[in-house]
């Protein structure tokens, strides 16, 4: 995989260098503190041409460096359940509580799956979960417009998410889902945690069967235009709530 741009290259090499394979930088390209962190890794790097930059990554927004890296590690989803298991900087953004798991349903544009995973790093604390059909995966656009986040995001790619949610529910989380209308507003209820939110497309929502899984169904305050919020937006509206209700010691599990 390729990524590119100076953030997405910077919190790569700061937080998982040994991912990191080559380096390609324009011949012109002036960044001391990048170029020195370079030196120290130690890792393999080429000069090259505008349009030599350009024929290995044909994308706007290149920023003069390019690095080959290896292909995107999924996490497993069993080890949300268990963040010991986790990478040192998954785990660290954890701390003592049990990571809040967003399940993102047809979620296709890799604009607004990288701007979820950015959003997630930001406030810490959660996992993200895809399906593996019918999803964009996490693919080199994707990880450009996280910047970073997918270093401290674990992400679980799951053949079918309606089992996935049983095993969360089974894991003791509690399963809320959003929806345009007639869900609770969520600054009016006091969310349980652990908790897995359940996200769906803009166009389509979540898909049949999904709905009735989930134990609460909550809704974004909406008095202006009959609209519907970007599905990167919501999500981060979501993530801001969450957080701010979230406490270290989980509510209890619900009985089945």
């Keep these: 995989m390729l990524l590119y741009g100076k953030n997405s290259i910077k919190e790569r090499l700061r937080v998982n260098p040994r991912t990191v394979k080559r380096i390609f930088l324009e011949e012109s390209f002036d960044d001391p503190s990048l170029s020195e962190f370079l030196r120290k890794q130690r890792i393999p790097l080429k000069r090259v041409s505008r349009r030599e930059l350009f ?88 990880l450009h417009v996280a910047s970073g986040g997918e270093n401290y995001v674990p992400i679980a790619l799951v053949t079918n998410l309606s089992a996935a949610l049983q095993q969360a529910k089974k894991a003791g989380y509690w399963i809320a889902g959003s929806t345009v209308r007639g869900g609770s507003d969520i600054r009016s209820v006091s969310l349980p945690f652990p908790l897995a939110l359940v996200l769906g497309s803009e166009g389509k929502g979540m898909r049949q069967g999904l709905d009735k899984l989930l134990e609460l169904k909550l809704s974004l305050p909406m008095s202006g235009a009959p609209l519907s919020f970007n599905v990167a937006i919501a999500c981060a509206m979501f993530c801001y709530e969450i957080t701010r209700q979230r406490v270290q010691i989980p509510t209890e599990p619900p009985t089945s």
Aim: proline share 8%; net charge negative.
């Design 55 to 142: 024929r290995i990554k044909p994308a706007e927004k290149l920023q003069g460096i390019i690095a080959e890296v290896s292909e995107f590690e999924y996490t497993p989803l069993e080890d949300f359940f268990r963040p010991s298991s986790l990478r040192p900087s998954e785990a660290d953004v954890f701390s003592s509580a049990r990571p809040t798991v967003v399940f993102l349903d047809r979620i296709e544009d890799p604009q607004n799956l990288g701007g979820i995973i950015r959003t997630a790093a930001c406030f810490g604390g959660f996992g993200l979960v895809l399906p593996r059909h019918h999803s964009c995966q996490v693919n080199e656009t994707v």
